[in-house]
């Protein structure tokens, strides 16, 4: 199969390159020009199954003739496109233009499901970000050696009902607390940013919670944190982290939680059954 990876920024496209390579796929990669690395060029470059695109995030109808003309008929959603960048300095092309002139909503999760759908109804269908990369996905319980306190756990069950609501609203899927407190709430700059800014506003002894939306569509948006999620929250002082088990991506694999433990971090997987049940 010939597998479409729609590559922003990090380091998620290149594992996932990585995996569709090892299971013997063909991809033809869409670089979007405002995010991806210039390194894929060289990933491409060694693999004689890969084709590499570099497109503008505003177009839409390039990409389905890319995709189509490959004989892709799956495609991955791989990096993160920041926020700011899809409300801002971006020209959509007609196609684009006509889909976000149909929505009645224009926040991140309705223009991607709006793409989405333009993709199926041109032959290519999005699947999973997490089908090449199942074994990155957070397990439940501690994740670190350190497990919270039992204050910091008062945080945790206190901040699951504030980040549940705000992802929930399609707001940010992060939030900082401390004392029962809610210090600071991701809007579009980004996990690494809200906890550099929670430090300031806050100091140390902070509680980090990064949730999935209630209805997480786990082809885009997906939750990820990495070792540099890591060192925002050792540069400010936050002593626990929590992420949703099954459906959070730990990027750097174990390198996560050897990193929490020479910062004396606390990591735990929200297990499954606690989550919000997702409807049908």
């Known amino acids: 199969m010939r597998l479409g990876v729609i590559a922003g920024n990090g380091s998620f496209p290149f594992l996932v390159l990585e ?13 979007i020009e405002e ?22 995030l505003g ?18 959603m791989a990096g993160q496109v920041k926020h700011t960048k899809i409300f801002s300095g971006i020209v959509p092309d007609r196609l684009l233009f006509s889909v976000l002139m149909k929505l009645r909503a224009r926040n991140t999760d309705a223009i991607i499901k709006a793409v989405a759908d333009v993709l199926r109804d041109h032959g290519v269908e999005l699947l999973d970000s997490t089908a090449y990369l199942t074994p990155l996905l957070a397990r439940e319980g501690a994740l670190s050696t350190r497990e919270p306190s039992d204050e910091e756990r008062e945080s945790l069950a206190f901040g699951y009902g504030v980040a549940d609501a705000i992802a929930g609203m399609d707001i940010g ?34 509680v980090v919670v990064k949730v999935a ?21 050792r540069e400010a002082g936050a002593s626990t982290l929590s992420v ?3 459906r959070t991506l730990m990027m750097d694999g174990d ?15 929200r297990p499954v059954a606690a989550q919000p049940r997702r409807s049908a």
């Open 59 to 76: 177009q839409l109808s390039r990409a389905i003739e890319i995709l189509r003309e490959a004989g892709a008929g799956h495609a991955v």
């Open 19 to 31: 995996a569709a390579r090892a299971q013997g796929h063909a991809v033809t990669i869409l670089a």
């Open 35 to 56: 995010e991806a690395s210039p390194d894929l060029a060289a990933v491409a470059a060694r693999d004689p199954k890969a084709d590499l695109h570099w497109i503008s």
């Open 173 to 206: 899927q992060t939030i900082v607390v401390k004392s029962a407190a809610v210090v600071a709430v991701e809007a579009m700059e980004g996990t690494d940013a809200v906890i550099r800014r929670a430090g300031h506003l806050a100091g140390a002894g902070t």
């Open 244 to 246: 949703d088990a099954g």
């Open 255 to 269: 390198a996560i939680g050897r990193a929490a433990d020479e910062a004396g971090i606390a990591i735990v997987g």
């Open 213 to 233: 939306k209630p209805n997480q569509d786990m082809r885009f948006d997906v939750p990820v944190v990495g070792v540099a999620t890591i060192a925002a929250m």
